[in-house]
């Protein structure tokens, strides 16, 4: 008994011990006194893994933070060979709360000197299992410090574990525990870049998908913003983006150890560099042309271009646009950046066989292959799966590029990546998408709509534009009905749930009836009278779904007319008093005005005229919106160019009676 005692009580000071040692550390830590924590850390052994705060970080995990690089690199010198046998477990596989070892916050924090720091010393004193253990360390999300690097958009940070990790990385290092990938991510957080740099090198990771099956090419298609077609500018602002903006040129980072490595961003080279603007640009894949074979006076005509491009932008610049000039750069460069990005997804796709999991569950980590050899079967095995599954029909065989993956679905609604381009608006996507994989236009959702369905139903006007012009190539599209054989006419004649929001219900109403009716223009004749399900015609779904935007839009023409009408009024009235009123008086009993000859007297007159027949207008067209009738087929034309008359007539009458007054007080 006398012993447990003396056990229990050496247990007691040993716990206090400990205790007072976690808080001098912490104190220490917290007040900047990091020479002191690298005295505790050498003279004690114990405190190295003591974890000091409530989220569990030690005194590395807190350096890290606080990025004190040459405390972090002293903390890490002291780990040495001896003193890591001894202890548990080394201090660079401390985790804390969260499960993030010092590396793992040096890497979201892209500070390559930490990882670097971190990586030598495990590889200088450990096997090189244990620095693989440290690589592939995962926290409680499931991510690695490469995933992590990847995540926070710290290209040099990623490069360098990259590196680290080998040429024969294991996959799952890759990949997060729900199926994102460090592809997806980069897309994820618009981290071009890198996301160019690990597509050229990991074409295996392009047709991998997340648990929800989306490949990188669905992140890509579900983030229109990112794309030319979503941005609508005016006529200045489109000036300066087409002509005075110009995008930095796109590094791209060549292998170094190995064919799957990514070296350090230092080891690149001028040949390297791609204006990412042109049109004509080497391919990753294709040999280098050479400068000879360019022509002196397309060069020429290059270098005015640009100069004239600097020259207005500088312009631009200096008369006080610079916030606008900055937006309009950092848009311009996310559109062609993501450009680049979905072309080259879609070129190696082109290439490449289907993901084993057709697109859907990509399987638990532990369960993934870490060759990339295994993770691939021919697309054919995987079509007939298919076909098998939905009854659909064979496709004719067109070569190589019918082996392509934008049979790829995600797993809620069945999408490919031109399906959910589509329904986004992205024309880009689509067009490319059918360039490449012309059996692509094909492609249906769960509730039976292809591309033109959804551009139609979800009111992608370019888009449309861009299916119309190459009708003829794509009739067949045209003419198929969904699951509720609803036609394209039947989907352009409903309101939806996300239709376009206008300020005012009588021009929503306006272009949703210019928007049926140009659909209408654009398929058969023989659609006008075609039946859905329902048995309705597209002219009796329009007149349904949109009875009620009707009932407002009427509402609001006749409040507007009313208040207008009485601001018409009070002009029209003012107006006639100052006409009738002769400034300054005759000369004696004739009827020549005694300012006759001033000019200011003619200005008074002529605006004085015109607020009067304008404000008199006004009044009359506001009267006849009040009178007519509010259908449907009347807002397309009738109404609304009565409304822009009666508005313009009455601002035209406000702009010549203030005029008239000017004239009066300054001028006579």
């Not at 574990?161 to 040429?167: R, S």
């Not at 990514?262 to 603007?277: S, V, Y």
């Not at 082109?350 to 084993?356: E, F, Y």
């Not at 200011?600 to 009044?619: D, H, P, R, Y």
Request: aromatic letters at 8%.
């Amino acid at each position: 008994m006398a012993s447990e005692e003396i056990v229990e009580q050496y247990l007691e000071i040993a716990d206090q011990d400990q205790e007072s040692l976690k808080h001098e550390l912490l104190n220490n830590a917290m007040e900047g006194k990091w020479e002191e924590v690298v005295r505790w850390y050498k003279d004690y052994p114990r405190a190295r893994n003591a974890k000091l705060t409530r989220s569990g970080e030690t005194a590395l995990h807190i350096a890290v933070i606080e990025k004190k690089d040459g405390t972090v690199e002293r903390l890490v010198k002291l780990v040495d060979a001896a003193e890591t046998e001894a202890e548990e477990i080394s201090p660079l596989m401390v985790t804390n709360d969260r499960g993030n070892t010092p590396l793992h916050l040096a890497a979201s924090l892209g500070n390559t000197a930490m990882c670097k720091c971190m990586c030598m010393c495990m590889s200088k004193h450990l096997s090189s299992g244990e620095l693989q253990q440290l690589l592939g360390r995962r926290n409680t999300a499931g991510e690695t410090p490469l995933f992590l690097a990847a995540l926070r958009g710290k290209r040099r940070a990623f490069h360098y574990l990259h590196e680290m990790c080998g040429p024969e990385m294991p996959y799952d290092y890759a990949r997060r525990a729900d199926g994102e990938t460090i592809l997806h991510v980069a897309i994820s957080g618009e981290c071009f870049h890198l996301a160019y740099d690990i597509s050229r090198k990991h074409r295996d990771l392009i047709h991998c998908v997340n648990e929800n099956g989306y490949t990188p090419l669905h992140v890509l298609a579900s983030k229109p913003a990112l794309f030319r077609s979503s941005l609508q500018l005016g006529p200045f602002h489109r000036f300066i983006y087409n002509y005075c903006l110009l995008v930095k040129k796109f590094t791209i980072i060549e292998p170094v150890t190995g064919a799957h490595s990514i070296p350090t961003p230092m080891k690149h080279t001028e040949a390297n560099k791609l204006d990412i603007e042109d049109p004509k640009e080497r391919d990753p894949d294709t040999p280098n042309q050479g400068k000879g074979s360019r022509n002196e006076k397309v060069m020429i005509i290059k270098f005015i271009s640009i100069s004239t491009m600097w020259f207005i932008g500088v312009l631009v610049w200096l008369l006080g646009f610079k916030i606008l000039f900055k937006k309009l750069q950092a848009r311009k460069e996310k559109n062609i950046w993501s450009l680049k990005i979905m072309k080259l997804l879609l070129q190696r796709s082109s290439s490449q066989k289907h993901d084993s999991s057709g697109g859907y569950n990509p399987g638990p980590i532990s369960s993934m292959p870490d060759r990339t050899d295994d993770f691939h079967i021919c697309l054919p095995e995987l079509w007939e799966t298919e076909q098998k599954k939905e009854n659909m029909p064979s496709l004719p065989s067109q070569g190589k590029k019918d082996q392509e993956d934008y049979f790829a679905r995600n797993q809620a609604g069945g999408e490919t990546p031109i399906l959910l381009a589509a329904k986004n608006g992205i024309k880009e996507m689509v067009m490319q998408i059918l360039d490449v994989f012309p059996t692509a236009i094909l492609d249906k959702d769960s509730a039976n709509k292809n591309i033109v369905h959804l551009a139609v139903e979800n009111r992608r006007t370019q888009l449309y534009y861009g299916l119309v012009r190459k009708k003829y190539f794509y009739e067949s599209a045209f003419r198929d009905v969904d699951n509720n054989g609803n036609s394209v006419l039947h989907l352009a004649a409903r309101l939806g749930d996300d239709h376009r929001l206008f300020p005012f219900a009588a021009l929503q109403m306006q272009w949703e009836d210019t928007w049926h009716k140009y659909v209408k223009a654009s398929v058969p004749r023989d659609f006008f009278l075609n039946r859905n399900d329902q048995n309705k015609t597209p002219k009796e779904v329009f007149r349904e779904s949109h009875e009620e935007l009707v009932k407002q839009a009427g509402k609001w023409l006749a409040e507007t007319s009313n208040s207008c009408s009485v601001v018409a009024t009070l002009v029209t009235t003012v107006a006639f008093a100052t006409t009738a009123t002769v400034p300054g008086g005759m000369k004696g009993d004739s009827a020549i005005p005694n300012l006759y000859s001033h000019p200011g007297f003619k200005v008074f007159t002529i605006s004085s005229l015109v607020a009067l027949s304008c404000s008199i207008t006004s009044v009359v067209v506001f009267l006849s919106i009040l009178t007519s009738r509010y259908d449907q087929k009347d807002f397309r034309r009738d109404l609304s160019k009565k409304l822009l008359v009666a508005l313009t007539t009455l601002f035209m009458s406000l702009a010549a009676m203030m005029l008239c007054f000017y004239a009066t007080s300054s001028w006579l």
